[in-house]
């Protein structure tokens, strides 16, 4: 049962297919060969009830303050404050684009918007300072993961919504291993620093600052009202959402007043657009999952694992394979959609925590994006700076390799992941 379905949509997406065909024209397939009595009606239900959840409004806004941001002045301003503090280290402008993506992302939750907004505005001061063609575009594309994993993730919220996890604790998880990534990162750029010649500037003093702290006073606003609001328990993670795109509003339209209203216009129309194509993968992602659950494709991997005698270990190893591969040919949601209804069960009835297997799928995901062939982040990157795709592929194998050492970290020491939701949720 399970052949056919797979063939189909594989097939799909060799020839260039949308990905909600992908996903919807086998689904219809399985309907009309093996529950052909099945009502119409129930099946559109099902459409339907896939977005049909409130959690899921945080998307659309999170989407709409990242637009915000980054054709605004508070990305820049939280860049050029994260540069007077770590600007004068070794390295210190490699730093600065990891402490900027982590703090874009602390507001966006979406790895390519950080590639698309970042990319711009750090790439030559990456080349000024000395760092190498491939190693700067490298570091973009593959800091802007810290995007998927720093609150408020929008992968996070739809594995959430989906398993029915915490979001709040998904996010407490991921804030936890986008540290430990951005670190990782972090000591290539230190090794890439002594390796090269990188220039050096003088250090900032407490005086300056202070002035870059004040003017990105209101901009350092947005990641407190998003993180402070969610794990205070103030508001919830919807909430924080909506919080953030009407502060983002106020500040850039009558703080900074980088924005006109035409502006605004603008960057509503495109957050619609994109918010539109994630909720009509999630309409269809609802019909995989019902038509998962009537076949029992869960039971089926269970016994199977059973009949081969396979623990979490060996589980978990096949677990990173997959999301890796698919996180190469689709985008995240993509790739939750597809993957999680069968095999989120069996993890559970392997007893591995939801949040853990929650922070080893967004992690093996975010490294698909940055992995070649397809990996969608090198063609934001080759897009917005004008780069060759090759150019971008050359620099991005150190940061996989480091990507690959954290991921095998984090599956097998499930601690980490845990630490901070356990700290703050008991």
Not at 74 to 93: C, E, N, P, S, W
Not at 132 to 159: C, D, N
Not at 202 to 207: F, S, Y
Not at 386 to 414: D, E, H, R
Request: charged share 10%; with cysteine; proline share 5%.
């Amino acid at each position: 049962m399970i052949l056919i379905p797979v063939v189909l949509a594989l097939l799909l997406l060799l020839l260039g297919f949308e990905m909600f065909l992908v996903l919807a024209v086998p689904s219809l397939a399985i309907k009309e060969i093996y529950f052909p009595a099945l009502n119409d009606v129930a099946l559109i239900q099902k459409v339907v009830g896939g977005v049909n959840h409130t959690t899921l409004l945080a998307i659309p806004f999170f989407i709409f303050a990242a637009q915000l941001m980054g054709a605004g002045q508070i990305a820049k301003r939280l860049t050029d404050f994260i540069q007077a503090l770590v600007g004068h280290t070794r390295g210190g402008m490699g730093h600065t684009t990891i402490g900027a993506s982590m703090m874009f992302g602390s507001v966006s939750g979406s790895a390519p918007a950080t590639v698309a907004a970042m990319g711009k505005m750090v790439y030559p001061r990456l080349l000024k300072t000395g760092f190498s063609e491939k190693f700067s575009l490298g570091l973009i594309v593959s800091s802007a993961e810290t995007a998927l994993l720093i609150p408020p993730s929008i992968t996070l919220i739809i594995y959430g919504w989906m398993t029915g996890t915490s979001i709040a604790q998904l996010f407490a998880g991921g804030l936890a291993i986008g540290v430990c990534l951005g670190l990782a990162f972090a000591a290539l750029v230190m090794l890439e620093a002594r390796r090269s010649t990188i220039h050096t500037v003088a250090k900032t003093t407490l005086k300056e600052r202070w002035q870059a702290f004040l003017r990105a006073g209101w901009a350092l606003g947005m990641p407190l009202i998003i993180l402070g609001g969610i794990y205070s328990g103030f508001v919830t993670p919807t909430e924080a959402a909506v919080c953030s795109v009407v502060y983002a509003i106020f500040v850039e339209l009558c703080i900074y007043r980088q924005l006109t209203l035409k502006d605004l216009f603008d960057l509503t129309e495109k957050s619609a657009l994109q918010t539109t194509v994630i909720f009509i993968l999630l309409a269809f992602g609802g019909m995989i999952s019902y038509f998962v659950t009537l076949a029992q494709v869960p039971s089926m991997i269970i016994g199977f694992l059973d009949y081969i005698d396979a623990g979490m270990i060996l589980f978990l190893l096949v677990i990173n394979i997959c999301f890796l591969i698919a996180g190469m040919f689709i985008d995240p949601n993509s790739a939750l959609l597809i993957l999680i209804p069968p095999l989120y069960p069996v993890a559970m009835s392997l007893g591995v925590d939801p949040v853990h297997f929650g922070m080893i799928v967004t992690l093996n995901i975010s490294l698909g994006m940055i992995t070649p062939p397809f990996g969608l982040d090198i063609f934001v990157a080759s897009s917005t700076l004008n780069k060759p795709v090759t150019t971008i592929v050359s620099g991005v194998w150190p940061f996989v390799i480091a990507n690959i050492l954290v991921l095998l970290l984090i599956t097998y020491v499930p601690q980490i992941s845990l630490f901070i939701p356990r700290l703050i949720f008991g």
